[in-house]
């Protein structure tokens, strides 16, 4: 079945640094894949898709490229904000699995000044 | 346009207790999907609504749990009786149509079970 794997967290950083959190899939067919954050007391929001190889999702200075060679989804940021700290989670839909949203574990990221 | 809301926000409950959790999806929506995540761990899929039908219940725990869907609009999701491992966040979500279109999440119910 589809599953989704991230990187563990959490993942603490300063102000301005350079943010990767890893994501990689595995899913029958051609997934479409997403970056959602959850921000504290708050729900889930979308925060970029891609929806086929080697299309870029981007948002709010966050990136990420859907690699079918590597079934990755790595999220990028160049220079990170406190207002960034949240849980990131990487999800996908596909043929395979009914098209019903599979997440990964989530990330959390801290952000210091 | 209303986003999905929730009810309650948090729920603490005694072992053995009954809870009903409640989900009123983005308007013309027809997917409703309810899932739980346990602290630190990978938001789970419970079961997806097409309108009023259950279209995949899998991932239900168990039969303590009941979901319905009336009329193709609001869901509730009843736990009884509920036992410690229930606690969690439960998220429901909603989507127009399958595949690529985002699925837009309410801010959970925090479910306490002590």
């Known amino acids: 079945g589809d599953s989704v794997t991230q990187m563990e967290g959490p993942v603490t950083l300063s102000e301005e640094a350079f943010l990767t959190i890893n994501c990689t899939y595995t899913?029958?067919?051609?997934?479409?894949l997403f970056w959602y954050v959850q921000y504290p007391g708050e729900g889930l929001q979308l925060l970029l898709k891609a929806t086929k190889a080697d299309d870029k999702g981007s948002n709010k200075g966050f990136e990420a490229t859907y690699r079918k060679e590597t079934t990755s989804f790595h999220l990028e940021k160049g220079s990170v904000q406190v207002s960034d700290s949240a849980v990131y989670f990487c999800?996908?839909?596909?043929?395979?699995?009914?098209?019903?949203?599979?997440f990964g574990r989530g990330t959390s990221l801290i952000v210091h000044p | 346009e209303a986003g999905v809301t929730q009810f309650p926000s948090h729920s603490v409950i005694e072992k053995g207790q009954t809870v009903t959790l409640r989900c009123d999806p983005i308007?013309?929506?027809?997917?409703l999907y309810w899932y739980r995540r346990v602290m630190g761990k990978e938001i789970k899929f419970l079961l997806h609504f097409v309108k009023e039908s259950k279209q995949d219940e899998s991932g239900m725990p168990n039969n303590r749990f009941l979901a319905e869907r009336t009329g193709g609009t609001y869901s509730t999701l009843k736990v009884q009786p509920a036992e410690l491992e229930d606690s969690g966040v439960y998220f429901c979500?909603?989507?127009?149509?399958?595949?690529?279109?985002?699925?837009?999440f309410g801010q959970g119910t925090r479910l306490t079970v002590v």
């Open positions: 308007s013309g929506h027809d997917n």
């Open positions: 979500a909603s989507s127009q149509s399958r595949g690529y279109s985002e699925a837009f």
């Open positions: 999800a996908l839909t596909s043929s395979g699995g009914s098209y019903i949203p599979t």
């Open positions: 899913a029958t067919g051609y997934p479409s």
